[in-house]
């Protein structure tokens, strides 16, 4: 017989029997298609993760700074521009942005003084990549950059050193050295533990009229995500060390590896668990397949001992029923490829994420692959054993 006629006789069988199988095939649709979504998706969702600053903290934050230990290792406490226009272009950085900063002042507002204050001076990326938000107000703005607007932004306990009660600090002036700066914003971020005893200014400003403010003393650098922190700080260090050598042992890149570690092992922990369940639906339609094939091969025994009476081989017999489980599996496959396209682009429309589509596509062709060997692996146990009937018996079974 042909491969063509049995081909023909297995989609016959599977059309006639269709109820019964209507289970299986909705179970490998179910696990495919949440294969194909969660392997399109994935690495879309964990960059989207990656960029979420609130959910992450300081885990994607480098800061190179120096040993304060002078009497080891010397460092004359400032980067140049070119270290950090050199640091913006490493593969895998989001951004890097220059501080000034500065423990010698003292601002005021009226009779108020505020003492342990932290003043800093920055651009307007500053905000974003380290996780300083504005809980009232706004932050320092790129027009406040360039126009070298005399504007702050207060730690909430300066705020309350400075003003008393209930009083709106947005629009108030205060004294920093002599020099008039207008409040428009009030630091909302938690992630610092100094943010809640700092004043941020435009570093044009600072630099301008605010003494010893000038030099850069720290570059901040955001990752793009959680998976090139490590390689980005080795980076940063040789771009510094290179740019300058003779302070290059005293130069320090700080990291989070701990907060890194955690963040890890809670995202593989949850894809173990997604792919666990996955894998078990995926197991729950190979086990129906086999069941269904199995219970197919009991009620056909005559017919399968009539067809061998006739000339029908083991071969052919058992690659019948081999079709046959395939053509379940890869009905199950083409419907979960439909479910999961749909899944995909629901998922792209509702996150707003940008899916891989390379790993869209071999997902797809990973799950016809799959579907002809899970239909293989689950009908060679009702093939073999339909192949193995013997005619006589087979022909007696009622």
Not at 185 to 196: F, K, M, Q, T, Y
Not at 209 to 228: A, C, G
Not at 337 to 354: A, D, Y
Request: aromatic share 8%; net charge positive; charged share 20%.
């Amino acid at each position: 017989m042909l491969v063509s006629d049995l081909t023909r006789l297995s989609l016959r069988q599977i059309y006639r029997n269709k109820r019964r199988y209507k289970g299986v095939v909705i179970g490998i649709a179910l696990g495919l298609a949440g294969f194909v979504t969660v392997l399109t998706m994935g690495d879309s969702v964990e960059s989207d993760v990656g960029g979420n600053l609130e959910l992450l903290g300081a885990a994607t934050i480098l800061k190179a700074t120096w040993d304060f230990d002078r009497s080891e290792r010397w460092h004359h406490g400032s980067y140049s521009q070119k270290d950090l226009e050199d640091l913006r272009q490493v593969p895998g950085v989001a951004g890097a942005t220059p501080v000034v900063w500065s423990f010698e002042f003292e601002p005021t507002y009226g009779t108020n003084k505020a003492t342990g204050v932290r003043l800093l001076g920055v651009e307007p990326s500053y905000h974003l990549i380290c996780n300083a938000p504005v809980s009232v107000g706004r932050p320092i703005s790129v027009e406040d950059f360039i126009a070298k607007k005399s504007v702050c932004v207060l730690g909430r306990n300066i705020k309350k050193k400075l003003f008393n009660g209930d009083i709106d600090p947005l629009g108030k002036t205060i004294f920093i050295s002599g020099n008039q700066f207008r409040v428009v914003g009030i630091i909302g971020g938690i992630d610092d533990v100094a943010l809640p005893d700092t004043i941020i200014v435009p570093i044009t400003v600072a630099r301008t009229i605010l003494p010893d403010m000038y030099h850069i003393r720290t570059i901040y650098v955001r990752t793009e995500n959680w998976d090139v922190v490590e390689r980005v700080r080795k980076e940063t260090s040789r771009i510094l060390a290179r740019n300058q050598p003779n302070y290059a042992e005293a130069m320090i890149v700080d990291w989070y590896p701990e907060a890194l570690k955690h963040i890890k092992r809670t995202v593989l922990l949850v894809k173990l668990f997604l792919y666990a369940a996955l894998g078990a639906i995926l197991l729950i339609g190979a086990l129906g397949i086999t069941n269904v094939m199995l219970a197919a091969v009991r009620e056909r025994t005559t017919e399968i001992g009539l067809r061998k009476a006739v000339g029908a081989t083991d071969s052919m017999i058992m690659t019948q029923f081999l079709m046959e489980g395939v053509g379940i599996s890869l009905m199950g496959a083409a419907l979960g490829i439909i479910l999961g396209t749909i899944s995909v682009e629901i998922t792209e429309k509702c996150f707003n994420t940008v899916p891989a589509y390379s790993v869209f596509v071999a997902s797809l062709f990973g799950s016809l692959a799959f579907g002809v060997i899970l239909g293989v692996v689950s009908g060679m146990i009702p093939a073999k054993k339909a192949s193995e009937l013997d005619v006589a018996e087979a022909m007696r079974f009622e």
